[in-house]
């Protein structure tokens, strides 16, 4: 819709948080922010954020784990459970894939925006901090 028409497009704060250009502020389209909403859950951990303690979803912990098929199930379920628990309202997730390689996590994930149906399909990387 237009501004002229007495409403204006959806506008979200843009993570990280950042000043634009104009020293405001800045925001992001929503499918840009969903995904900014994905990235904070996937590398959170529980227990990190102080007044949601079960927030996150444990993801780098895999990082320092033995790298087995049991190991990542395991953490597919977690993460996808996380992904419903804390997103479910904004997305509905079609595929979701989890690799380890050193010191890099990967997550492969398909998902659809509830908001205006779009399918998205995003790559997500957290590397262990040195």
Do not use: K
Not at 1 to 23: K, L, Y
Not at 24 to 53: K, N, W
Not at 55 to 75: R, Y
């Amino acid at each position: 819709m237009s501004p002229r028409s007495g409403t204006s497009p959806r506008s979200d704060i843009a993570f990280p948080f950042r000043a634009d250009r104009r020293g405001r502020t800045a925001h992001a389209r929503h499918g840009e922010h969903v995904h900014d909403l994905i990235e904070q859950l996937l590398f959170t951990s529980p227990g990190e954020r102080v007044m949601r303690p079960d927030f996150g979803c444990g993801l780098l912990d895999l990082v320092f784990a033995q790298n087995s098929p049991e190991i990542l199930s395991t953490l597919e379920l977690s993460v996808h459970a996380a992904l419903q628990r804390w997103l479910g309202d904004l997305i509905e997730v079609d595929d979701l894939d989890i690799t380890g390689e050193d010191t890099v996590v990967r997550v492969r994930l398909s998902y659809v925006v509830r908001a205006d149906g779009v399918r998205r399909e995003d790559v997500f990387e957290g590397r262990a901090a040195a």
